[in-house]
């Protein structure tokens, strides 16, 4: 029996962290895991957003730089964590240099968000869906399968 107030709406869970004063989200459901953050192997002739690779659970990570990646200049590293996207087709983390929540969405919103697409050099991406909450906060949420397939280009796997 639902209750006032109760909704049965679909909701998702993102996980939202900050950079350059805008709030990003990765629904919960695309995240492998979130790792602290621990020693990365630098791997020599990769893009400058690719800083390395870790080893996690038997395996190699490759590891991005989110902030490079969008563009962005790295802020500190004082609450860096690695975002270990669930893929088949790559072992993929991104390191974000932010604290991180989470918040409930409702599905509906990730529905009527539009999808922003930025051309720019081969090595910034902006895939991403823009959303307004509660009529008044902006969330980039972003696009993880379009992000794999951008990553494809490069020769790391």
């Not at 209750?3 to 049965?8: D, I, L, P, V």
């Amino acid at each position: 029996m639902e209750t006032a107030g109760e909704s049965k709406e679909k909701t998702t869970w993102i996980v939202q962290f900050k950079l350059s004063g805008e709030i990003w989200g990765i629904k919960f459901e695309d995240i492998q895991e979130v790792i602290e953050k621990k020693e990365i192997t630098p791997v020599p002739k990769t893009p400058p957003f690719i800083i390395g690779i870790i080893h996690q659970r038997g395996k190699i990570i490759t590891v991005i730089d989110f902030a490079i990646l969008m563009g962005e200049k790295p802020p500190g590293d004082e609450e860096s964590k690695i975002v270990y996207l669930k893929s088949d087709q790559m072992d993929v983390g991104l390191l974000v240099r932010s604290k991180m929540s989470t918040e409930l969405i409702p599905e509906r919103s990730l529905k009527e968000a539009t999808l922003v697409k930025e051309e720019g050099t081969k090595e910034k991406l902006t895939l991403k869906r823009k959303l307004t909450l509660n009529n008044t906060l902006q969330l980039n949420l972003l696009e993880k399968d379009k992000v794999i397939n951008f990553l494809k280009q490069y020769p790391f796997k």
